[in-house]
């Protein structure tokens, strides 16, 4: 084939891919749409509740996996598993450190795949784009930091302080190192995704330690930017790995 009907090759099957993709997404969406139609301000925690909060998550896992592979366990698959556990342990209050415990090893295994060959191959090297990384870095580093020193009089007032604030710490640590290593992927989903990841947990901060008064539709806040999060996040992994098998296949042209 000449370059001009490679090209054409190549958008029909990005094309292809993109219907499949979406395809492939409707359950999330029907699972997501299922949980705001079900959900109510007095809805009183159960096992029903749980798995329909955390089934959204545990789809898109199952997306992952179905076009990434076994392997992604270990990866982004791994770490929205993990999510599922969290958000069936945000439904019980007294268990909102173990369901803290359990987003941060999303993170951890969210960041280790930020760091894998996958998206090292787009990672660029220009001295511009270096200075702009490592600027970004800086300013999530400040903005993470400011927000737990701000956060850190109201974790010594919640019930467990003892473990909440340094519980609270870490995770910070681990969400901010999460962002940061999604700046180096070049997948412009991966990095919108873990942004809205910090915003969605700020916002959730803000109402579970009492920084803000109750606050209307406070908690659809919260799950929308979630359930987007987690989508990108997920949506950038499987480009990622689109895009590596694209650029193998040109170097063996």
Same mark, same amino acid.
């Given at each position: ?44 925690? =159960?096992?029903? =509740? ?152 700020? =916002? ?50």
């Amino acid at each position: 084939m000449d370059i001009l009907e490679t090209d054409a090759y190549d958008k029909r099957r990005r094309r292809n891919m993109s219907c499949a993709l979406l395809l492939s997404l409707l359950p999330f969406f029907l699972s997501s749409a299922l949980y705001f139609y079900l959900w109510t301000p007095d809805l009183v925690p =159960s096992v029903v =509740s749980a798995g329909v909060k955390a089934a959204p998550t545990l789809l898109l896992a199952t997306v992952v996996l179905s076009w990434n592979g076994g392997q992604s366990v270990l990866g982004v698959a791994g770490g929205l598993i993990f999510s599922a556990v969290g958000d069936c342990c945000l439904v019980w209050p007294e268990l909102f450190i173990h369901g803290m415990g359990a987003f941060a090893v999303a993170h951890l295994l969210y960041s280790v795949t930020f760091l894998s060959s996958r998206y090292a191959t787009y990672s660029s090297s220009s001295s511009s784009s270096s200075s702009l990384n490592r600027f970004l870095h800086l300013v999530l580093v400040i903005v993470g930091g400011a927000f737990y020193i701000y956060l850190f009089p109201f974790l010594q007032k919640a019930p467990n302080s003892d473990l909440l604030t340094p519980g609270v710490g870490i995770y910070f640590v681990l969400i901010t190192m999460m962002a940061a290593l999604a700046i180096r992927t070049g997948q412009v989903a991966t990095l919108s995704g873990s942004l809205i990841f910090m915003v969605s947990d700020a =916002s959730l901060a803000l109402q579970v330690f009492k920084v803000l008064p109750p606050i209307e539709h406070g908690h659809i806040v919260v799950m929308v930017t979630y359930y987007l999060a987690q989508l990108l996040i997920a949506v950038g992994d499987i480009k990622a790995a689109e895009d590596k098998d694209d650029f193998s296949k040109w170097k063996r042209s």
